[in-house]
């Protein structure tokens, strides 16, 4: 049950569904066709590593003295949350997650020296689960360390707009402030 697409022209994705990736080193993509069909459990479940991770971000409006900035990331703004840690973000990963929602937020734009990026993001729901694989890369820019990992997140559907985090799975260097 999408709010953007005629339910009939969406496949079930009960296989591994490529959601986003990234082409050559820096070029964000974002399967338009695959989050105009997911249900807002789906969402929600994908939705979870925009919390933790951000790629390609730039600031829509830089961060001054009295006011933060609005960071604008692809992966955030095609899943319909707006700017990256916002209210509107926040508020339906909050709905969804409850007391599972991720222990911060990432807001790193482009810029950074330091970086933690989504590299490629799969998905697939069999019955009330949905699991997520992704790969991400880190790096402390030219000359310095670079790091990789996988990870594998199983969400349950609990009804109500209630998702539940049952099971992660990591492999590689992922940074421990996660």
Known sequence: ??????????????RPTK???TEGCCTPVVA?????????????AVGYVSAELVSHCEWA????????GHLDC???SALGF??????????FLRRWFQEDMPSRCSQKPDTAYQQEVLVELTFATVGTRTTVDYTAAGTTGPGGKSWGWTETLVFEF???????L?????KGNRPKAY
């Open 1 to 14: 049950m999408s709010a953007t697409a005629d339910a009939s022209s969406c496949t079930p994705h009960d």
């Open 74 to 76: 692809p992966y955030t």
């Open 19 to 21: 959601l986003y990736w």
């Open 82 to 91: 707006g700017y990256q840690c916002e209210d509107k973000h926040r508020e």
């Open 32 to 44: 338009k066709d695959v989050v105009a069909c997911l249900s807002e459990a789906e969402r929600a």
């Open 166 to 170: 049952v099971r992660r799975t990591t």
């Open 61 to 68: 409006e830089l961060p001054t003295d009295d006011a933060r």
């Open 158 to 164: 609990r009804g109500a707009d209630r998702m539940k």
